[in-house]
T-cell receptor
């Protein structure tokens, strides 16, 4: 398996634009997580899914953020409209039930100017 | 807010020395995990210890867990320059297994 695949690796966008981050989890994994990492706030759990269903989105900062998982092999995190304070590295991770170990993608570095 | 807090925030040692870092958490956990992050990369899982375990080893890594104190420690023995990275503890909660939350991390620098 190629591991968790995120795209794009880097994204630079202007304030007010819509940004969509994509994630392909490891095949067979039941859990998918979206994290945001910044120097100031560290690694924040934004939302996680179990069997494609959002379980806890309490970490999503604002209504500008939304996440979907239309099927077991794909998830998106959308920011609309984007703001400079959204600049961060966004990680997607997946895990199989009962194993607990999470596998991370390489992250998407988002810069909003 | 973060579930786990690592201590120290940064650690600088020489090759061959041992590195110890600690993690404290707030609520009951199902398990506690340690991850490593090299600069600019994703996190990599190192070791998992369950709430009913007290100590676990994996190669040069030793993890302890004290649930009465809500704390864990990670020991890296005979450190190498390649161990230079940030180390994070993560907790999986008893009542919310899937909610994996990370601490602020310990930045370790190993000099040759």
């Amino acid at each position: 398996d190629a591991g968790v695949i995120q795209s794009p690796r880097h994204e630079v966008t202007e304030m007010g634009q819509e940004v969509t981050l994509r994630c392909k989890p490891i095949s067979g994994h039941d859990y998918l997580f979206w994290y945001r990492q910044t120097m100031m706030r560290g690694l924040e759990l934004l939302i996680y899914f179990n069997n494609n269903v959002p379980i806890d989105d309490s970490g999503m900062p604002e209504d500008r953020f939304s996440a979907k998982m239309p099927n077991a092999s794909f998830s998106t995190l959308k920011i609309q409209p984007s703001e400079p304070r959204d600049s961060a590295v966004y990680f997607c991770a997946s895990a199989g039930y009962g194993r607990s170990e999470a596998f991370f993608g390489q992250g998407t570095r988002l810069t909003v100017v | 807010s973060q579930q786990g807090e690592e201590d120290p925030q940064a650690l600088s040692i020489q090759e061959g020395e041992n590195a110890t870092m600690n993690c404290s958490y707030k609520t009951s956990i199902n398990n506690l995990q340690w991850y490593r992050q090299n600069s600019g990369r994703g996190l990599v899982h190192l070791i998992l210890i369950r709430s009913n375990e007290r100590e676990k080893h994996s190669g040069r890594l030793r993890v302890t867990l004290d649930t009465s104190k809500k704390s864990s420690s990670l020991l890296i023995t005979a450190s190498r320059a390649a161990d230079t990275a940030s180390y994070f503890c993560a907790t999986s909660l008893t009542d919310s297994w899937g909610k994996l939350q990370f601490g602020a991390g310990t930045q370790v620098v190993v000099t040759p």
